[in-house]
């Protein structure tokens, strides 16, 4: 396989480097824009002021550094961690900064739909599977894995899939309803009964995992993007097909914790609870460089610090912690706002509230990776869709521009 990697600094500042199995180089100095990639690849732009891609990515190279130097003072942590936490946790924000053509970054948001979809109608049918025939799949999955987490969800009835946390998996069936969303809105409509199943999938998936910070985030979600003049009948029956699954017993799970929750008084499953134990009692130091990372951490120390900047500033000090938030949540917000995307601005907040309700990224796994290749999407999205006009889920003629290339794209996004 060839690869070509070529650089050049123009007039204004930019430096691109393009990279993939074949592209045609358009050269002009007073366009930033000057490489298109034909088949496949990607472009990763760095600018002076970081208006391409979420920021300039020297400080990604900065934060590793710094990350280092840091890890050297800690006693602790061992050099097998260091490397683990570069490449699981700081290096999958680089694909922030990729940006693809407007035609590519369509059939890739379309592909990756169509696999959370699919990916999550196995995960739901497996569910009701364990419910109504006893099949164990989930038992199966938990045991084989051997986690203590896993297994302990299975004695709370919550479901166990191949993606392995019920958190997780209700992260990935909140992403399925989002990114079909953002097709039906933005690049083609779909029918009423995809629609519909869509929805269904991802509610009931969430229900069998137990997750009610998902529920609440997918209600609020739904109501967001479908309460309006065209979404009404969706909503409606979407509500209707809710109710029936209630009926039958799939939401059991969540309800039941829901109705734990309001009677410890906190719904957070005590994770509150414990960050106001240690706070109080001055067992949880966070200090602005130096962190803890490497020392042994109580369970309560564990729930306590389960929110992703809370974990970041223990273990690794506030300046860490406060970069992590601008690379990851606060720029792809600002710029996804500044493209005027109303919709997807909504589902990559619903997205950040997510991950940040449990520590899935900041653990030495894959789930940085997902949440990175999503905003990825969204963030190229927001750069093709220019505006709330082509969120409308209704059909048209009218082409959309993308904000990179000064001619029209093929797809028609109303």
Known sequence: MWIAIYTELTKSGYVEISMGISKCIIMDRNYSADTEI?????????????????????????????????????????????IKYIYATILPCYILYVSLPGQEIIRY?????KLLTIASTIVVVCGIFDIFIGTSIGKTIAEFSAADSLIESIRQGRMVSY??????????????????????YCIEKKTVIETVYYSMVSVIGIGLCGSKTGLMLIAIEFALLYVNKKGIKYFILV???????????????????FLEGFKSG?????????????????YLNFNFLMGHAGADLSERMIAALEYPPLRWAYLFGVWFSVLMCIILFLTPAIKILKNKNIK????????????????????QSDQMLLYCVSVFL???????????????????????????YPTSCNYNFK
């Open 163 to 184: 993606f392995g946390h019920p958190l997780l998996t209700s992260e990935v069936m909140i992403l399925c309803f989002s990114f079909n969303t953002l097709v039906n």
């Open 38 to 82: 034909l088949w496949g690849g990607g472009r990763v732009v760095l600018s002076k002021d970081g208006s391409n891609g979420v920021t300039n990515p020297l400080l990604i190279i900065t934060l590793i550094i710094l990350f280092l130097i840091e890890g050297m003072m800690l006693p602790y942590f061992s050099a097998e961690s260091k």
């Open 344 to 363: 997807i601005f909504i589902v990559l907040i619903i997205l950040i509230l997510d991950v940040n309700s449990y520590n899935g990224i900041t653990t």
């Open 239 to 257: 509500a209707a097909a809710v109710y029936w699954a209630y009926g039958y017993g799939l939401l059991d799970t969540v309800i039941g914790r």
């Open 266 to 282: 906190d719904l957070t499953t005590g994770r509150n609870t414990a960050l106001a134990l240690l706070m109080r009692n001055g």
């Open 109 to 113: 948001f379309k592909m990756f739909a």
């Open 378 to 404: 969204l963030l190229n999205l927001s750069y093709v869709v220019r505006g709330n006009e082509n969120e409308d889920m209704c059909s048209g003629t009218k082409p959309i521009y993308t904000r990179r």
